[in-house]
Each structure stands twice: as structure tokens, then as C-alpha cells.
């Protein structure tokens, strides 16, 4: 069965930086578009940024020009380096990928990781 393993959350101070990574492993011929999100509490999830198979990357408006996406297709691991963090940054963050788990799979479908905390204080 697929997983994906979010890590590199914590806590950190506004300003500051991190870097979350995501590793797919399991039955996987190819992934396809993968995405960070986030859920801050009581909020609806909110897309933080995306990046296709062939890097094709998409933010929200409200990382633009301080996260950046990129991933590892060899080691099928996604990542979010996160700068000059803010409060309202404060969330779990998902990341998802779109999965064909062998070359006779018609259709992708998208698994989420389990998630990882991210908080900024002031």
C-alpha cells in the first residue's frame, strides 16, 4: 500500500524558515501532480502550492514569494521550503500526490500523508 511521510515541521519564530519534505513509497509506477495544503483550525483547507510531474508549479497567493516547491522524481519525495514565516502560517500541513501504482493503471488517484505541524509564533 502507498504512504506518504510528511516531515520537518515544528515550531519556529515569525521570520524564520523551514523545510517540510514528503516521501511516497509503496507500489508506485509514477506520480503525477503533487500538492501541499494546509488546514489551519477551523478553516477549510487551503492549497499552498503544487508542482506537476514535469515541474509545472503552481503557489497560493498567500505563499507567493516566500515558499517554494520542488520534488525528487528519483526518490519520489516532495518538498516545501518554507521562508519568512508568518503567524498566520500556523497549520498541519498535507501533502498529496496523484498515484498510478503500475503501467496497466488507467487512472491516478490521490493519497494524502498524514500530516505535519507547522507553527509560527510571534
Known amino acids: 500500500q502507498v504512504q506518504l511521510v510528511e516531515s520537518g515541521g515544528g515550531l519556529v519564530q515569525a521570520g524564520g524558515s523551514l523545510r517540510l519534505s514528503c516521501a511516497a513509497s509503496?507500489?508506485?509506477?509514477?506520480?503525477?501532480?503533487m500538492r501541499w495544503y494546509r488546514q489551519a483550525p477551523a478553516k477549510q483547507p487551503e492549497l499552498v502550492a503544487a508542482?506537476?510531474?514535469?515541474?509545472?508549479?503552481t503557489y497560493g497567493e498567500a505563499v507567493k514569494g516566500r515558499f517554494t516547491i520542488s520534488r525528487d522524481n528519483a526518490k519520489n519525495t516532495l518538498y516545501l521550503q518554507m521562508n519568512s514565516l508568518k503567524p498566520e502560517d500556523t497549520a498541519i500541513y498535507y501533502c498529496?500526490?496523484?498515484?498510478?501504482?503500475?503501467?496497466?493503471?488507467?487512472?491516478?488517484?490521490?493519497?494524502w500523508g498524514q500530516g505535519t505541524q507547522v507553527t509560527v509564533s510571534s
Open positions: 508542482i506537476t510531474q514535469d515541474s509545472t508549479i
Open positions: 498529496t500526490a496523484d498515484i498510478r501504482e503500475s503501467p496497466s493503471s488507467t487512472y491516478a488517484y490521490t493519497k
Open positions: 509503496g507500489p508506485i509506477f509514477t506520480i503525477n501532480t
